[in-house]
């Protein structure tokens, strides 16, 4: 069970278009939901969080106009990225905690999504 | 600040054993997940610690010394499929997860 389905794995855009990329529970309500992005050979950097049918809580740094999330049920995530630019390429990974996660708060990731922006 | 260290690279045999090492610095303690990685995938869950202790789970075992700010995950009769990245993260005192840059660790055969 806990299973996080992120779509789409891969995507190539050119610059100036948007992405749009979901993130799912498939098996279980995720309360809450984190978006992360990873370059190469670094750690993840939280982007925001968010919690179903509220705003998300964007990290220091990330552009909330840049990077649309929207958290419309409790199995779906979206994160959005506007007018994308060669620099947002990366390793963009989506998890969940559900409310049976207790008292670990342990974390289900999904698949993650690679961007490349020409 | 914040601070996870973790080794940035090891290497190790099949068959042998390997110790990871993470310290930490955090305000405050909830917590502390090992997770794997496989490259160009997401994170999977390994274990969990919040006493002090060892954890032990089949090949893998995890070790925490909150006085001493200190964690290890422990991988016996390693396997080439164990190559992976090994990520240590902290769930500080408002439950954020704080997370290394991870241990790239290489098996040879």
């Known amino acids: 069970g806990a299973v996080v389905s992120q779509h789409p794995s891969r995507v190539i855009c050119k610059s100036g278009t948007s992405v749009k990329i979901e993130c799912r529970s498939l098996?279980?309500?995720?309360?809450?939901m984190f978006w992360y992005r990873q370059f190469p050979k670094q750690s993840l950097m939280l982007m925001a969080t968010s919690n179903e049918g509220s705003k998300a809580t964007y990290e220091q740094g990330v552009e909330k106009d840049k990077f649309l999330i929207n958290h419309a049920s409790l199995t779906l995530s979206t994160l959005t990225v506007t007018s994308a630019h060669p620099e947002d390429s990366s390793f963009y990974i989506c998890s969940a905690r559900g409310d049976f996660s207790g008292e670990t708060g342990e974390l289900f990731f999904g698949e993650g999504s690679r961007l490349t922006v020409l | 600040g914040q601070n996870i260290d973790q080794p940035t690279e090891m290497t190790a045999t099949e068959g042998a054993i390997v110790q990871i090492n993470c310290t930490y610095q955090t305000s405050g303690f909830n917590g502390l997940f090992w997770y794997q990685q496989h490259a160009g995938e997401a994170p999977t869950f390994l274990s969990y610690?919040?006493l002090d202790g060892l954890e032990e789970k089949g090949r893998f075992s995890s070790f925490l010394s909150r006085s001493k700010g200190y964690s290890y995950l422990l991988l016996k009769e390693l396997q080439m499929k164990d190559s992976a990245s090994y990520l240590c993260?902290?769930?500080?005192?408002?439950?954020?997860?704080?997370w290394g840059a991870g241990t790239k660790l290489i098996i040879k055969p």
């Open positions: 993260a902290v769930k500080d005192s408002n439950y954020q997860l704080i």
């Open positions: 098996d279980f309500q995720a309360t809450t």
């Open positions: 610690n919040v």
